[in-house]
T-cell receptor, first 114, second 113 residues
């Protein structure tokens, strides 16, 4: 099994629908992150969490919410999806002992909002 | 705020050619610098990193040197292979307790046989 698992891998949804992207990890890391990837823009941080009680907004959190259900699970929700949220979404974990170099990424969720 | 700028792609090379992908950064303090690689259909993988000025990161034949004077971290490889075809991201780690990564826009490399 992968260290960081994202579900679903692909999703098409309609404008206005609520959708949840899930992420689970077996690395045992406390830190988890959600990024979105858009062509030509690289990856941008949506939310990050240091533990189940510590949730922080990233640079593009508007329109998104997260839930840290357990150390191993970190879900991203789009409350009312809109077409410009069409993107590739990545979950990642990190090991602070490796000074940022310990990021492990999931394989991504490709979301299309029509 | 902190930022990373890298050359636009795609970069198309023949097998065994020399590769350079330019990366410059803007940051307060002295961040750690990274190169990540994304193969088709996969997530990002750490390729190499450098944590202080003049450090050279290396892995799989790729190298990059942390140049504080030019705020650069250019990626090089002496002889590319078809299997190196991927998207390469330069990134920095912010110097606070968050260790958030700030990414460049990515450079697609296509190596032809």
């Amino acid at each position: 099994d992968a260290d960081v698992t994202q579900t679903p891998r692909n999703r098409i949804t309609k404008t206005g629908k609520r959708i949840m992207l899930e992420c689970s990890q077996t690395k045992g890391h406390d830190r988890m992150y959600w990024y979105r990837q858009d062509p030509g823009l690289g990856l941008r941080l949506i939310y990050y969490s240091f533990d189940v009680k510590d949730i922080n907004k990233g640079e593009i959190s508007d329109g998104y919410s997260v839930s840290r259900q357990a150390q191993a699970k970190f879900s991203l929700s789009l409350e009312s999806a809109i077409p410009n949220q069409t993107a590739l979404y990545f979950c990642a974990t990190s090991d602070p002992l490796l000074n940022g170099g310990g990021y492990t990424f999931g394989s991504g969720t490709r979301l299309t909002v029509v | 705020g902190d930022s990373v700028t890298q050359m636009e792609g795609p970069v198309t090379l023949s097998e065994e050619a020399f590769l350079t992908i330019n990366c410059t950064y803007t940051a307060t303090g002295y961040p750690s610098l990274f190169w990540y690689v994304q193969y088709p259909g996969e997530g990002l993988q750490l390729l190499l990193k450098a944590t202080k000025a003049d450090d050279k990161g290396s892995n799989k034949g790729f190298e990059a040197t942390y140049r504080k004077e030019t705020t650069s971290f250019h990626l090089e490889k002496g002889s590319v292979q078809v299997s190196d075809s991927a998207v390469y991201f330069c990134a920095l780690s912010e110097m606070d307790s968050s260790y958030k990564l700030i990414f460049g826009s990515g450079t697609r490399l296509l190596v032809r046989p």
